[in-house]
């Protein structure tokens, strides 16, 4: 995709932060061009490259640094330097290399972040540095409530509502009536759960049992042993990451693959997932804002120029 800096869009970041191949690029440090630049915007970035969301983490740095590329790391004539820090789903880790790239690395900008437990945190930190913040990922939907707005915070990637209450609505109507409903115990987890039961439950539909798990969960034999109990029509489920890989195998070779039906937030099962997670992710349901088999042209050029570079 040849994205100019004037016709930068909130489509144009958010393709651009999440796309995702296998890639292998440096992981933290300084990414910048080799030109000699007096006074270069830094931009910092936040992006879990270890851990539960290492895999979206990676994608959405290698996005950002696709981007910045094809502009030729400048913006209207400034040169763009990135400083780039690792940080998993920890809001006091998150807030420590927030500070870090704000008071010693000396950034302009930050942008990133993909766990909401840090989002919340980091919003009311930027206030009080007075720096802006572009979240591309912190999707729960509390952060950018209004009673808590503040003029340096801004939101360039989906809230959990726009995925999941449609799906709601969807599942409904699709003739679904018994939800089970469970996700990672922390903000977005639960929000999401919240946002897909409002529309389902105005539907008529009930949600027969819930359970929430530990962020990084191994075996959720536990979980999978009360979902085989309560027998529901379907699961919904909010897991992401490697937590959705693990939730999803784990399902199917539990035996529910064949009687109980999968559905979930977007992450719950999409590209970066499919290949771990093989035949188990056959059959589940899940709801996106964006995807690699978007057909139209402009994402065909995205995708093929991301996994080229």
Do not use: C, H
């Amino acid at each position: 995709m040849t994205m100019k800096t004037r016709g930068l869009t909130r489509r144009t970041l958010l393709a651009s932060g999440t796309a995702a191949a296998g890639l292998s690029l440096a992981p933290t440090g300084v990414f910048s061009p080799a030109i000699a630049q007096a006074k270069p915007l830094r931009i910092g970035v936040l992006a879990p490259l270890s851990g539960v969301y290492a895999s979206l983490g990676m994608n959405k740095t290698n996005g950002i640094k696709m981007f910045f590329t094809e502009q030729n790391m400048s913006v209207e004539g400034t040169k763009i330097e990135l400083v780039i820090e690792d940080t998993e789903a920890k809001p006091q880790e998150g807030l420590r290399k927030a500070r870090k790239l704000v008071e010693q690395d000396n950034v302009d900008v930050l942008l990133g972040v993909i766990s909401s437990a840090i989002g919340y945190g980091l919003k009311e930190y930027v206030n009080r540095a007075k720096k802006v913040w572009v979240t591309t990922g912190a999707a729960a939907d509390g952060i950018f409530k209004k009673a808590n707005n503040n003029p340096y915070a801004f939101r360039s990637s989906l809230s959990v509502y726009q995925a999941n209450e449609p799906m709601g609505t969807w599942m409904a109507e699709k003739g679904f009536k018994r939800v089970f409903v469970t996700g990672p115990d922390y903000a977005m987890g639960r929000e999401a759960i919240v946002a897909f039961e409002k529309t389902f439950r105005a539907k008529g539909a009930e949600r027969v049992g819930e359970v929430y798990a530990p962020l990084g969960t191994n075996d959720f034999a536990p979980y999978l042993t009360e979902i085989k109990r309560v027998n529901p029509d379907v699961v919904y489920a909010s897991y992401a990451g490697s937590d959705a890989v693990r939730f999803v195998q784990q399902f199917a070779a539990f035996g529910l693959q064949n009687s109980i039906k999968l559905a979930g937030y977007g992450y719950l099962a999409e590209e970066d997932t499919f290949e771990a997670q093989g035949a188990a992710a056959v059959g589940v349901y899940s709801a996106l804002n964006w995807a690699y088999g978007i057909d139209t042209p402009a994402n065909k050029t995205f995708v093929a120029n991301y996994r080229k570079t």
